[in-house]
């Protein structure tokens, strides 16, 4: 006939199990664990394992943060999960430590500007498995939340956007993501893309990463154009540099630059080339800057204010030779551009008031055209 009795394992903190006894031998090791807070209350919902051959269930804290049971056999590791994040003590001597207390820790996520404002509306991630909630930040643009020590890869979502951050929470707790302030001018509007098209507002904080920005503008084709938002700020005026042949279609090839007049002055080149649409994105540092063009060792100028129209177009013309005779053509661009280029007729170029040309005939030598833009110009 069966019997029980009451026991206490541990110190005088640790609960009184009632065990239940039945045959001629009982066996066991019994162990207690806890799972404490930051501030040392009890966690309910960790779940606790052992490992012997494989991992075997103990059970799920309690209100109280505990978990007893009596083992079957002598344990070789331990371990708890809570919020799908796991800590092992592996290896477990049961003998040697049979109460074994897990603690979370208050780990802080935030969301704050370079100035160091906090934003309120972040929404904050782990990853264990899937990304799991932790919360949305405050208005001091902060999340507390109680988690075991892990290496964790968080996610925070603000305006559409999305940063990741992997961090050591047992070395470090608070969890630090930081917004850029992008200020883009511009005369039209301005989307983003995010899943949907959304809203951009100048100026805008948003999270660091590549975007796809759309830009409206009455009279012209919308312009697309990925940027990548990184640091403290991203700031200019968005220029939209057009390409043109003399009878109006798209050059490709074409390269740009700006020139800055404040801190250090002079020509900034524009990333990339015109495409074969013509167009060439660029975000720079002045409303209405000089633009100098260069295109098949031929360079046009052109001073534009940005924000009444941000569209910066340039257009060649087409060269011909009445004669047949002109051999050269001089460039002054300089660099890979030899000074004598070999003359092609029907060549486009950028316009300019006075382009030296010269042929097989001695008399031809340093006759000097204008070059217009959109049209057939004719040299001897």
Not at 42 to 71: K, N, P
Not at 154 to 183: I, N, W
Not at 253 to 268: C, K, L, V
Not at 309 to 316: A, R
Request: charged share 20%; hydrophobic share 30%.
């Amino acid at each position: 006939m069966g019997t029980w009795a009451h026991f206490k394992f541990g110190d005088t903190h640790n609960p009184t199990v009632q065990l239940d006894f039945d045959g001629c031998e009982m066996i066991g090791y019994p162990a207690t664990i806890k799972l404490l807070d930051s501030n040392g209350n009890g966690l309910e919902g960790g779940y606790a394992e052992y490992r012997r051959t494989g991992w075997t269930e103990i059970g799920t804290t309690g209100s109280d943060g505990t978990v007893f049971a009596l083992l079957p056999e002598k344990p070789w590791g331990l371990r708890l999960t809570y919020e799908w994040i796991t800590n092992r003590l592996d290896p477990w001597d049961v003998c040697a430590e049979p109460v074994v207390t897990f603690s979370t820790i208050d780990t802080l996520v935030t969301l704050k500007t370079c100035e160091d404002v906090g934003l309120e509306g972040g929404v904050a991630e782990y990853q264990s498995g899937y990304w799991r909630p932790i919360g949305t930040t405050d208005s001091n643009g902060e999340i507390h939340k109680e988690m075991l020590p892990a290496n964790l890869l968080f996610r925070m979502t603000y305006a559409y956007g999305t940063d990741r951050l992997r961090q050591d929470t047992g070395s470090d707790p608070s969890v630090d993501f930081t917004t850029t302030k992008v200020a883009l001018h511009f005369s039209g509007t301005i989307e983003y893309q995010s899943g949907y098209w959304r809203d951009y507002t100048d100026p805008m904080e948003m999270m660091p990463g590549t975007y796809l920005f759309k830009f409206y503008n009455s009279g012209h084709p919308t312009a697309r154009e990925y940027l990548t938002i990184s640091g403290c700020e991203m700031s200019g005026t968005v220029a939209l540099i057009k390409l043109l042949d003399s009878y109006g279609n798209g050059l490709a090839g074409g390269t740009a630059e700006w020139y800055r007049t404040s801190g250090p002055a002079g020509w900034i080149s524009i990333p990339g080339s015109t495409d074969a649409n013509g167009d060439l994105f660029a975000l720079v540092g002045a409303s209405g800057p000089n633009f100098r063009l260069t295109y098949g060792c031929t360079q046009a100028w052109e001073q534009h204010s940005l924000l009444a129209d941000p569209t910066v177009l340039f257009q060649t013309g087409r060269v011909v030779s009445d004669s047949g005779t002109c051999e050269y053509w001089r460039s002054t661009v300089g660099g890979s551009c030899p000074v004598w280029v070999p003359f092609v007729n029907g060549v486009e170029m950028l316009p300019t008031d006075a382009r030296e040309f010269k042929g097989y005939d001695p008399n031809y030598w340093k006759q000097y055209f204008p070059i217009v833009g959109g049209t057939e110009n004719h040299v001897k």
